[in-house]
């Protein structure tokens, strides 16, 4: 626990074990300053938190709504219950999607990516662009953290007047490298005798899936795929998963391919890393900043994909030497001194 002289709130949304509850989950561990997750849509009304932490509900009672902008545009009403608290000491939103309850001067915001900006992308609003609407609320906060250089400097180029902190995320500290890939297959009923090209992803189209099944069309019968979030049509699929099962997931399969059109940060080429699991990733920016020379990088097609993913496995030691040894960059040691530190500074 950080000694200051003000109280510190982590506050976050989202359902439980998803990025933005883990995320948020991380920061309260980190630091040891409580979280306070706010429920603000109606697919999140079924999550429960059986640790202790604090849970508050919105307004999930309107018809025809999931309620999400309702309670972010009424969140003081909404959630007066904690704003007097809130206001008395420093808030972490972390996710610019959460109502402001307290006072911006002694506010922190993570900004995760900025793709609802782009018109093509399935976050922009059709009429009206709210997540941009909420985002302007947080432009004169003076603290910031980005998950990435990346994003940092697009934060920059947008308008935000403070330069934001980066700090990268570690895996979850389920996710680690076992070194028993026939009893994880075994364990999840996988083949033992294919090559398993692994594919962690949502179905939003900068993720890229057609590009994965037509990669896997190409590397034929031998190679089987195994599909984490939205399902595909021919592979292993799974969903929602444990960290504990996930993890037994990474350290079945043979390789990462992971060709995504953009991304504020890249979770699953982190946590293939840690497990290693060789990485085939797209050399766009952000993977080339947090993969490097750790990974393949290759131009997203499913040409290219599938003669890396060959290149991969034929060479699998090597990568998975290399992602072991990139996976110190996102340990947890070093993002627990990174946010202590930068809690301690900004409450001073």
């Known amino acids: 626990m950080i000694t200051v002289s003000m109280q510190l709130y982590v506050l976050g949304t989202g359902r439980r074990y998803s990025s933005l509850d883990t995320y948020a ?190 990669t896997m069309e190409i590397l034929g019968d031998h190679f089987k795929l195994v599909k984490v979030g939205s399902p595909v049509e021919g592979a292993i699929n799974f969903s929602g998963l444990t960290p504990e099962e996930i993890n037994i997931v990474y350290n079945a399969c043979d390789v990462l391919l992971f060709p995504t059109l953009g991304e504020g940060y890249g979770k699953p080429v982190v946590e293939a890393f840690a497990c290693g699991l060789p990485v085939v990733a797209s050399n766009i920016p952000v993977m080339v900043e947090i993969a490097g020379d750790s990974a393949i990088l290759v131009k997203p097609d499913p040409e290219n994909c599938a003669k890396a993913v060959r290149e991969a496995i034929s060479n699998s030691d090597e990568y998975s030497r290399l992602g072991l040894l990139a996976s110190k960059r996102f340990s947890r040691e070093k993002f627990g001194k990174e946010v202590r530190s930068y809690y301690s500074a900004v409450t001073k």
Not at 114 to 130: P, T, V
Not at 158 to 174: L, Q, R, S, T, W
């Open 25 to 214: 989950e991380e920061f309260s561990n980190a630091s040891g300053f409580p979280r306070i997750m706010l429920r603000l849509s109606k697919n999140q009304i079924t999550s429960k938190w059986g640790d202790g932490t604090e849970v508050v509900d919105g307004n999930l009672s309107l018809p025809f709504t999931d309620c999400w902008a309702w309670n972010i545009i009424r969140g003081a009403k909404t959630f007066r219950s904690i704003t007097n608290r809130l206001s008395e000491g420093y808030v972490h939103y972390t996710t610019f999607g959460l109502p402001v309850l307290s006072n911006p001067e002694k506010g922190i915001v993570t900004i995760h990516d900025l793709f609802f900006l782009d018109k093509e992308d399935e976050s922009h609003g059709n009429i009206i662009n709210l997540p941009e609407k909420f985002l302007r609320r947080f432009l004169e906060f003076r603290n910031l953290i980005a998950p990435s250089a990346w994003v940092r400097d697009q934060l920059i180029e947008y308008g935000f007047k403070a330069e934001p902190k980066v700090i990268y995320m570690p895996p979850p500290e389920e996710i680690r490298y076992l070194n028993q890939k026939a009893e994880a297959r075994k364990l999840l009923h996988l083949p033992l005798d294919s090559k398993l090209v692994l594919s962690v992803s949502s179905s939003l189209r900068r993720k890229n899936v057609p590009v994965v099944r037509k």
